[in-house]
């Protein structure tokens, strides 16, 4: 999955300037999350040596002697001999962290997906990594606005995909934001107006919105019929 290519900051997912407690938190929430107790085969030795570098990580950093050392190190472009990684290293990473990413949440681990797929962003930012991202985030309470961003963001870098559209659309309405889902899904329609998806998507917009008017109209006739 690719740890070992990336340097101890990025590996806890913490940024220079943390704090020790900040490094104890995020060594506390991706060990439960990464221990090989977790795994099972060959994902179970995968794990083994991705704990590993997490551990030796977290050892560096919250020693403020070795911290000092590491950043020295990294300012000289010589930390574990990894830090002037070749682009080709860095596609491996960010490839190897979406695959994990994507099986993640198609086992329905929404959570750890989400790790995963930030690092993958992170490192490769592209269409497919904000989609598995969005719809993973979509799963997780919570990250419902977190999900349309990654959606859009999905978007954005590939307006020709329907099946993002689809999926921010979706989100869209399920969070309640139907006028904002009523205008992407009018935008989806100019790339893809014979869509069967989409209207079948439409209908059930338009018939929700529909639903709403007539309760309003009715309250209104309610009220005056009051008055």
């Not at 938190?25 to 994902?43: E, V, W």
């Not at 080709?88 to 979406?98: H, R």
């Not at 990594?129 to 799963?139: D, P, Q, R």
């Amino acid at each position: 999955m690719g740890i070992w290519f990336m340097n101890y900051y990025r590996i806890l997912d913490v940024s220079r300037n943390c704090s020790v407690e900040e490094l104890r938190r995020a060594f506390r929430r991706l060990s439960l999350k990464a221990h090989p107790d977790r795994f099972q085969g060959n994902d179970k030795h995968k794990a083994e040596k991705e704990y590993q570098f997490l551990v030796k990580a977290y050892n560096v950093l919250k020693d403020p002697d070795q911290r000092k050392k590491y950043d020295q190190s990294l300012e000289n472009g010589t930390a574990s001999g990894h830090s002037q990684h070749s682009q080709a290293n860095q596609l491996e990473e960010g490839k190897q962290y979406e695959k994990a990413g994507v099986a993640l949440y198609h086992r329905g681990e929404y959570p750890l997906a989400v790790e995963y797929l930030n690092k993958a962003a992170y490192v490769i930012p592209g269409a497919n990594i904000y989609f598995y991202k969005g719809l993973a985030e979509s799963k997780v309470p919570g990250k419902k606005k977190m999900a349309i961003q990654s959606l859009q963001k999905a978007v954005e870098y590939d307006a020709y995909q329907v099946k993002y559209r689809l999926a921010l659309i979706s989100c869209l309405f399920e969070m309640g934001l139907k006028t904002k889902a009523s205008i992407a899904l009018k935008e989806a329609k100019m790339f893809f107006p014979s869509d069967s998806n989409l209207l079948d998507l439409e209908k059930k917009i338009f018939k929700s919105l529909e639903k709403k008017e007539g309760l309003v109209k009715g309250f209104f006739s309610a009220f005056r019929g009051k008055s």
